[in-house]
């Protein structure tokens, strides 16, 4: 998967005029010393009839959005392996128990 961070994007697209058209865009960025992670990028876009403005262009690049944190990939490594599907980190996340056995008791056997 090919991504780029949101200030390259900007910075190699900073001139272009919208709307623009995904080849516009890919050589426009070309012509602007783009690193070759956002031309990448740019190519990997969905070919759309024009783009309207920058917002539409930086929703059909694949984003890192880490990066733009400053987060490291040791950092998303340790993220990924603690958060369950709601967000939560496992030890955060409260379980309730069973009603029957709290009124109950443990099974005893029956």
């Known amino acids: 998967m090919t991504t780029t961070d949101r200030k390259s994007l900007r910075a190699s697209l900073s001139s272009v005029d919208f709307p623009a058209s995904k080849e516009d865009l890919v ?28 917002t ?14 400053g987060q490291s990939d040791a950092d998303k490594a340790e993220q990924n392996t603690r958060r369950t599907a709601d967000g939560l980190a ?8 069973n009603p029957i056995v709290e009124e109950l008791g443990e099974n005893r056997g029956s």
């Open 27 to 54: 050589t426009h960025a070309e012509n602007n010393g783009a690193d070759e992670e956002t031309r990448e990028a740019l190519r990997a876009m969905p070919r759309a009839s024009d783009y309207a403005n920058m």
């Open 56 to 69: 539409e262009v930086e929703r059909s690049v694949l984003s890192d959005t880490a990066a733009d944190e």
């Open 90 to 97: 496992e030890h955060e996340t409260g379980t309730s128990s």
